[in-house]
């Protein structure tokens, strides 16, 4: 690009010379660097000079030819000019010569005024002032500087000035002297000399027409090439003088800078730069050393000074200089880097805020939490931590479509930075998974107000495509007071406060405690210990009866798992099962629940089924199909043999992938039983799209529905109505006492579960059961309901006949309790139980077993939300647990 502006100056200087070729000489710089070389070799001429001078002034029989003074004068001041000339010359050898812009004009107009002048001055004083044998002498002298004179007219390579200069000074002195004629041949040799020089100097201007013809040629193709380069707006162009101001600049600048291009020629280039402040100045610094110190520089990103609109140069800049060496000012290229800086922008954008939301991303929050919890000198700073999940976002995913959950997400992401504002960060993790980064706020109240006010604003409906949706929110809440913990530990502790909230209930927020790192731990030592319970045999299938209401024989049992961990700890199904499927581990162990029950059914023989329950995970799992056509022929057994029990869980996915399953069961002729009806997601629609054999009426309706109060009775007479018209089975679950067992027979239920025919039992208890009674099922229990019980473990004071003992409370209800630790009590014995400080009452021994002593209170206590836990469903999943007896 210099180069190439290189040409356009040179161009524009030869456009604006005259019309002769002295001119155009003279208006070059290698004019000025020829008479300065031939300055620099003065020195010469200077001793040969010198040696005339002293000859002729000295020596015996050449002396006599200076009579007069103004002689002597005119010999002395030639003398002193080429002295003067030769300092010049030896000056411009020094380094800071460059600088001194006169110094070759000086060099120039001296050669000029000592090459003719003082010759022309000589000859014209020795003619006319001197003697016939003087003028012999000074022939002899004429040719010693007429040949000094044109050694240097010829290294300058200046014919024509040198013969204007000599011509004239020798038509002078011929003129007057033409009697010598040493001068006359002199005169002779010297116009022969011109002759030839005249001669060589035209074949010169000839070459020289021809090379500045090619050479324009060049230059205007040259710049052609430049002006297409600048129109194309790939770059651009600028020079300025040696005081730093604009001489040229590219027409497409000064339209971008949206001012004509003769307003910006005169003024400083750095008029375009637009000054910034704090760090972003540092390109601007490096700008003005370069320009100032003369020196090169390449690639500066500036920012133009355009008016109303953000634009970024890229320049580069080298100074410039004449033949001599003196500073001419700067050359330089531009590009224009506006689009490459908003590609930049708009990568780091994506590369630090989420797409969808604009909210920070996960590695933008992350880098966030780390600046809020350690200042600038690395000291920790007090911050709190929101960890924020929708609750029934995927619901809306999977019935309204993605986009619509966008939206969604969208809405959340505003409500939520209206919510924070200034107080803190908000970012996405992903999914409906949102942080929120408090830096110094670590008060509980404010926290609590912030978390509840986002609840709040969350449970609001929000209008979607005309659609109402209803979501809500739980938040994990996690502080740090100074104290150095680490942004991971903070996001571990949210993150299990998010869990604890899920896990109240959802719409809530809870705060991090010690005690959830505990359970956690737990968790996690257990999901590794379950890893390995199918490699030690640690796990077990229990098998309870399903009855036939009518025949009142056993038609099949369903498989419940247990834990058997180390040979005597067992984990309760309520614990592992969960950790089991977040863990991924359900699938073989559901896969082995399977095996395990097909080979149980080849030993009941061919009139039994086997049911067992299949999770969501192990639903969507292609495999499953695959493996129980697997199991069924290593088993040797009829397919229809295996009922699968599925939950209304699954239909939260109503995919096509999820009816193809259902058809892809159905072919492999297994029953499939709807699980939990009426407990879940409404599943009405899929009762007439999955081919169902059996459905089972949730425990939760079957307890307490013999209640003349209750309101189960037309719920279970529905279900069995609806079972009946799709020509499918019903299993009640959960029957305890004969009341219900009458309602349910009552109300035409095909089938029943419960305590009332039989506990859970291993597969030999099984065995014996079926060869005792023949298939054949007892009804054993309670006629009716007993009154809820609290199961606990409490140490107690009680108090009797002036003693005093500790025993420990086992089951409460509001007219009694079962306690250990008092042996052999009489029938009828009178205790005061003391339950705390301010809490006592009186009751009475009505049983006594061993250490165990049924008592009845003196008065019905209320125990309120205590009440409950006894009559609830527990949680089933591969496998059944049974309810606490």
Same mark, same amino acid.
């Given at each position: 690009?210099?180069?190439?502006? #290189?040409?356009?100056?040179?161009?524009?200087?030869?456009?604006?010379?005259?019309?002769?070729?002295?001119?155009?000489?003279?208006?070059?710089?290698?004019?000025? !660097?020829?008479?300065?070389?031939?300055?620099?070799?003065?020195?010469?001429?200077?001793?040969?000079?010198?040696?005339?001078?002293?000859?002729?002034? /000295?020596?015996?029989?050449?002396?006599?030819?200076?009579?007069?003074?103004?002689?002597?004068?005119?010999?002395?001041?030639?003398?002193?000019?080429?002295?003067?000339?030769?300092?010049?010359?030896?000056?411009?050898?020094?380094?800071?010569?460059?600088?001194?812009?006169?110094?070759?004009?000086?060099?120039?107009?001296?050669?000029?005024?000592?090459?003719?002048?003082?010759?022309?001055?000589?000859?014209?004083?020795?003619?006319?002032?001197?003697?016939?044998?003087?003028?012999?002498?000074?022939?002899?002298?004429?040719?010693?500087?007429?040949?000094?004179?044109?050694?240097?007219?010829?290294?300058?390579?200046?014919?024509?000035?040198?013969?204007?200069?000599?011509?004239?000074?020798?038509?002078?002195?011929?003129?007057?002297?033409?009697?010598?004629?040493?001068?006359?041949?002199?005169?002779?040799?010297?116009?022969?000399?011109?002759?030839?020089?005249?001669?060589?100097?035209?074949?010169?201007?000839?070459?020289?027409?021809?090379?500045?013809?090619?050479?324009?040629?060049?230059?205007?193709?040259?710049?052609?090439?430049?002006?297409?380069?600048?129109?194309?707006?790939?770059?651009?162009?600028?020079?300025?003088?040696?005081?730093?101001?604009?001489?040229? =600049?590219?027409?497409?600048?000064?339209?971008?800078?949206?001012?004509?291009?003769? &307003?910006?020629?005169?003024?400083?280039?750095?008029?375009?730069?637009?000054?910034?402040?704090?760090?972003?100045?540092?390109?601007?610094?490096?700008?003005?050393?370069?320009?100032?110190?003369?020196?090169?520089?390449?690639?500066?990103?500036?920012?133009?000074?355009?008016?109303?609109?953000?634009?970024?140069?890229? =320049?580069?800049?080298?100074?410039?200089?004449?033949?001599?060496?003196? /500073?001419?000012? /700067?050359?330089?290229?531009?590009?224009?880097?506006?689009?490459?800086?908003?590609?930049?922008?708009?990568?780091?954008?994506?590369?630090?805020?989420?797409? +969808?939301?604009?909210?920070?991303?996960?590695?933008?929050?992350? &880098?966030?939490?780390?600046?809020?919890?350690?200042?600038?000198?690395?000291?920790?700073?007090?911050?709190?931590?929101?960890?924020?999940?929708?609750?029934?976002?995927?619901?809306?995913?999977?019935?309204?479509?993605?986009?619509?959950?966008?939206?969604?997400?969208?809405?959340?992401?505003?409500?939520?930075?209206?919510?924070?504002?200034?107080?803190?960060? %908000?970012?996405?993790?992903?999914?409906?998974?949102?942080? =929120?980064? +408090?830096?110094?706020?670590?008060?509980?109240?404010?926290?609590?107000?912030?978390?509840?006010?986002?609840?709040?604003?969350?449970?609001?409906?929000?209008?979607?495509? !005309?659609?109402?949706?209803?979501?809500?929110?739980?938040?994990?809440?996690?502080?740090?007071?100074?104290?150095?913990?680490?942004?991971?530990?903070?996001?571990?502790?949210?993150?299990?406060?998010?869990?604890?909230?899920?896990?109240?209930?959802? !719409?809530?927020?809870?705060?991090?405690? &010690?005690?959830?790192?505990?359970?956690?731990?737990?968790?996690?030592?257990?999901?590794?210990?379950?890893?390995?319970?199918?490699?030690?045999?640690?796990?077990?299938?229990?098998?309870?009866?399903?009855?036939?209401? #009518?025949?009142?024989?056993?038609?099949?049992?369903?498989? +419940?798992?247990?834990?058997?961990?180390?040979?005597?700890?067992?984990?309760?199904?309520?614990?592992?099962?969960?950790?089991?499927?977040?863990?991924?581990?359900?699938?073989?162990?559901?896969?082995?629940?399977?095996?395990?029950?097909?080979?149980?059914?080849?030993?009941?023989?061919?009139?039994?089924?086997?049911?067992?329950?299949?999770?969501?995970?192990?639903?969507?799992?292609?495999?499953?199909?695959?493996?129980?056509?697997?199991?069924?022929?290593?088993?040797?057994?009829?397919?229809?043999?295996?009922?699968?029990?599925?939950?209304?869980?699954?239909?939260?996915?109503?995919?096509?992938?999820?009816?193809?399953?259902?058809?892809?069961?159905?072919?492999?002729?297994?029953?499939?039983?709807?699980?939990?009806?009426?407990?879940?997601?409404?599943?009405?629609?899929?009762?007439?799209?999955?081919?169902?054999?059996?459905?089972?009426?949730?425990?939760?309706?079957?307890?307490?529905?013999?209640?003349?109060?209750?309101?189960?009775?037309?719920?279970?007479?529905?279900?069995?109505?609806?079972?009946?018209?799709?020509?499918?089975?019903?299993?009640?679950?959960?029957?305890?006492?004969?009341?219900?067992?009458?309602?349910?027979?009552?109300?035409?239920?095909?089938?029943?579960?419960?305590?009332?025919?039989?506990?859970?039992?291993?597969?030999?208890? %099984?065995?014996?059961?079926?060869?005792?009674?023949?298939?054949?099922?007892?009804?054993?229990?309670?006629?009716?309901?007993?009154?809820?019980?609290?199961?606990? /473990?409490?140490?107690?004071?009680?108090?009797?006949?002036?003693?005093?003992?500790?025993?420990?409370?086992?089951?409460?209800?509001?007219?009694?309790?079962?306690?250990?630790?008092?042996?052999? %009590?009489?029938?009828?014995?009178?205790?005061?139980?003391?339950?705390?400080?301010?809490?006592?009452?009186?009751?009475?021994?009505?049983?006594?077993?061993?250490?165990?002593?049924? %008592?009845?209170?003196?008065?019905?206590? &209320?125990?309120?939300?205590?009440?409950?836990?006894?009559?609830?469903?527990?949680?089933?999943?591969?496998?059944?647990?049974?309810?606490?007896?």
């Amino acid at each position: 690009m210099a180069n190439t502006l #290189g040409v356009r100056h040179s161009i524009s200087r030869g456009a604006s010379g005259g019309s002769s070729d002295d001119e155009s000489l003279l208006q070059t710089p290698e004019f000025v !660097g020829r008479m300065m070389r031939v300055a620099q070799l003065w020195h010469y001429v200077l001793i040969g000079r010198t040696v005339a001078f002293f000859a002729f002034a /000295f020596v015996p029989g050449l002396s006599g030819f200076l009579s007069h003074p103004l002689q002597w004068a005119t010999l002395v001041a030639g003398l002193l000019c080429d002295v003067a000339l030769t300092v010049i010359g030896q000056c411009s050898r020094l380094r800071w010569a460059h600088r001194i812009e006169w110094l070759p004009t000086l060099a120039a107009a001296s050669l000029a005024l000592v090459g003719a002048g003082t010759f022309f001055v000589s000859i014209g004083t020795f003619a006319a002032l001197g003697t016939p044998d003087a003028l012999s002498h000074l022939d002899a002298f004429s040719a010693i500087r007429l040949g000094t004179v044109l050694v240097a007219a010829a290294a300058a390579a200046i014919v024509r000035p040198a013969f204007f200069a000599f011509a004239g000074g020798t038509a002078i002195g011929g003129a007057i002297g033409i009697a010598s004629w040493p001068f006359g041949i002199a005169g002779i040799i010297f116009l022969g000399m011109l002759v030839v020089m005249m001669r060589e100097d035209i074949r010169h201007q000839r070459r020289a027409t021809r090379v500045r013809r090619q050479s324009g040629s060049e230059q205007q193709r040259a710049l052609g090439l430049m002006r297409d380069f600048e129109r194309a707006g790939r770059g651009w162009f600028w020079e300025t003088d040696r005081n730093g101001d604009l001489v040229y =600049i590219s027409p497409t600048v000064a339209a971008k800078l949206d001012r004509p291009a003769e &307003d910006l020629l005169g003024r400083p280039f750095t008029d375009m730069i637009r000054k910034r402040g704090g760090a972003d100045e540092s390109e601007e610094r490096t700008l003005g050393f370069s320009l100032s110190s003369r020196t090169p520089f390449n690639d500066l990103t500036v920012q133009a000074a355009v008016a109303g609109e953000e634009r970024w140069w890229s =320049i580069s800049g080298h100074p410039i200089s004449n033949a001599l060496g003196n /500073f001419q000012g /700067f050359r330089g290229s531009g590009t224009d880097l506006t689009e490459k800086r908003k590609s930049e922008q708009q990568i780091n954008q994506l590369a630090r805020y989420d797409t +969808l939301t604009g909210l920070a991303n996960r590695l933008h929050i992350t &880098d966030l939490l780390e600046r809020a919890l350690k200042n600038h000198l690395g000291q920790a700073q007090p911050c709190a931590l929101l960890l924020m999940d929708l609750d029934r976002f995927k619901a809306v995913n999977d019935t309204m479509g993605h986009p619509v959950g966008d939206q969604l997400l969208q809405q959340v992401a505003a409500r939520l930075t209206q919510v924070v504002g200034d107080k803190g960060q %908000v970012g996405r993790l992903g999914g409906d998974e949102f942080q =929120i980064v +408090l830096p110094q706020i670590t008060q509980v109240e404010k926290l609590a107000g912030i978390a509840n006010a986002i609840i709040l604003s969350l449970a609001k409906p929000f209008l979607i495509e !005309g659609e109402r949706i209803r979501i809500g929110s739980s938040i994990g809440i996690a502080i740090s007071e100074s104290d150095g913990i680490g942004s991971l530990a903070l996001v571990r502790n949210a993150d299990l406060a998010l869990y604890a909230a899920k896990d109240a209930g959802r !719409g809530v927020y809870r705060f991090y405690a &010690d005690a959830m790192h505990n359970q956690a731990s737990e968790r996690k030592a257990i999901e590794d210990a379950l890893r390995d319970a199918l490699a030690k045999d640690e796990l077990k299938l229990l098998y309870q009866p399903i009855v036939n209401v #009518g025949s009142e024989r056993i038609s099949g049992f369903e498989a +419940l798992i247990r834990w058997q961990q180390g040979g005597d700890a067992v984990i309760s199904p309520s614990k592992f099962i969960p950790i089991a499927e977040e863990s991924n581990l359900i699938v073989p162990i559901g896969e082995w629940i399977i095996r395990t029950a097909c080979a149980t059914i080849a030993r009941l023989g061919q009139e039994y089924r086997v049911a067992v329950n299949v999770s969501p995970r192990q639903f969507a799992n292609e495999k499953l199909p695959a493996t129980i056509l697997s199991a069924v022929a290593a088993a040797g057994i009829r397919p229809d043999q295996l009922e699968l029990e599925i939950t209304e869980g699954v239909f939260l996915d109503e995919s096509p992938e999820n009816l193809e399953m259902f058809q892809r069961l159905k072919r492999t002729g297994v029953r499939l039983a709807l699980d939990d009806f009426g407990t879940g997601y409404s599943a009405l629609g899929y009762l007439k799209k999955a081919p169902f054999d059996k459905i089972k009426i949730d425990q939760s309706f079957v307890l307490g529905a013999a209640d003349p109060s209750s309101m189960n009775a037309a719920i279970i007479s529905s279900i069995v109505g609806l079972a009946t018209a799709l020509k499918m089975e019903t299993t009640a679950e959960g029957v305890e006492t004969h009341d219900d067992l009458a309602l349910i027979r009552g109300l035409g239920c095909s089938h029943v579960q419960g305590y009332i025919y039989g506990k859970p039992m291993t597969v030999e208890e %099984v065995l014996a059961l079926l060869a005792d009674g023949n298939g054949k099922a007892v009804a054993q229990g309670y006629k009716s309901a007993r009154e809820a019980r609290m199961r606990t /473990f409490r140490t107690i004071q009680i108090a009797s006949g002036g003693y005093r003992y500790e025993a420990i409370v086992r089951n409460l209800s509001s007219r009694g309790a079962l306690i250990e630790g008092l042996w052999n %009590v009489p029938e009828g014995t009178s205790l005061l139980i003391e339950f705390g400080a301010d809490v006592v009452m009186d009751a009475e021994a009505r049983w006594s077993d061993g250490n165990r002593v049924g %008592v009845r209170f003196a008065q019905v206590v &209320d125990i309120g939300a205590l009440v409950g836990g006894a009559g609830a469903k527990e949680r089933r999943t591969g496998g059944r647990i049974d309810r606490a007896a």
